[in-house]
DNA sequence: CCGGAGATTAGACAAAGTCCAGATTGCCTA
DNA sequence: TAGGCAATCTGGACTTTGTCTAATCTCCGG
């Protein structure tokens, strides 16, 4: 995966590839989400995308993150019981959660084999899988 | 693991041995996790302890689930960002998520092999390693 | 019987997320 | 250029999950 520049300009290209009308807004969000390449909830990029004057309403970003999860251009990630969090990385991978601080980083998931799952319910397919490994602090 | 019967007097030396002190409403929670062996909501542990009529609050429910997890009578799993779920199964385990349904299953740890993880960062411990299969119906 | 620790309670509160009806935007066409 | 129109955005009411607090209840030991 060839690194890249996160400009505004390029979240307009970004966002017509996922067949995503970019708007103002919407080049905003994916910004604040792609430049910094972190894990962020709905109120972390509430927060970046007004930080300067008020740009963007709740809805909207609670209804672009959902279109972004829609278009696979974001991957949600489920580990909090308080918030989502919403990952610009949709590769493959795993994440490792520091219960204490909050702090959420990725694992290549190339470097991990799981082995010995269950056949599926018939019918059934896989969404995906989720490794989550939780550490904290040694006491 | 031996089959067991999870009445209500069975409950009361469950607790104890966890070091919980058996109230009545304790009992009745305890109750409604153990005798079903399924994963709960909050919400749903309140509604299943109060069908005959009114016998515990929301803010008991919410107290005594949180005590549990405490003591290690219960574990927690995160797969929906709407609610937690509350687990009686305390053996290692990952689980299931049927995402259209919502119904979460149990996948036993001893069949499943998962290697390849990173080191923890120094001074970092394992807390647990929750790998989640999400899975929906066919289209 | 009394005192007090532990447990329970109602209900106010907070945070995350949803919903809706009205306003705005940016095009397209006449 | 002036509508017309579909898509988008918005404030704010609303819902749901969970937390908190101060008052009350329970139960046991002295
Ligand atoms: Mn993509
Ligand atoms: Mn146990
Ligand atoms: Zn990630
Ligand atoms: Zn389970």
């Known amino acids: 995966m060839a690194r890249m520049d996160y400009t505004r300009d390029n979240m307009a290209g970004l966002l017509r590839s996922h067949d995503i009308n970019p708007t103002h807004q919407r080049i905003e969000i994916a910004h604040a989400l792609f430049s910094r390449q972190e894990h962020l909830s709905a109120d972390q990029v509430m927060a970046f995308v007004n930080t300067r004057h008020s740009e963007t309403s709740k809805a909207t970003v609670y209804n672009?993150?959902?279109?972004?999860?829609?278009?696979?251009?974001?991957?949600?990630?489920?580990?909090?019981?308080?918030?989502v969090f919403y990952d610009p990385n949709t590769s493959p991978h795993h994440h490792l959660y520091e219960v204490d601080s909050g702090k959420l980083?990725?694992?290549?998931?190339?470097?991990?084999q799981i082995s010995g799952l269950p056949q599926l319910p018939d019918g059934m397919v896989t969404e995906g899988i989720d490794l989550i490994v939780r550490v904290r602090r040694q006491r």
């Open 105 to 112: 980083s990725d694992i290549d998931a190339r470097s991990v």
């Open 64 to 83: 672009t993150l959902k279109l972004f999860l829609d278009k696979g251009l974001v991957r949600e990630v489920i580990v909090d019981p308080s918030k």
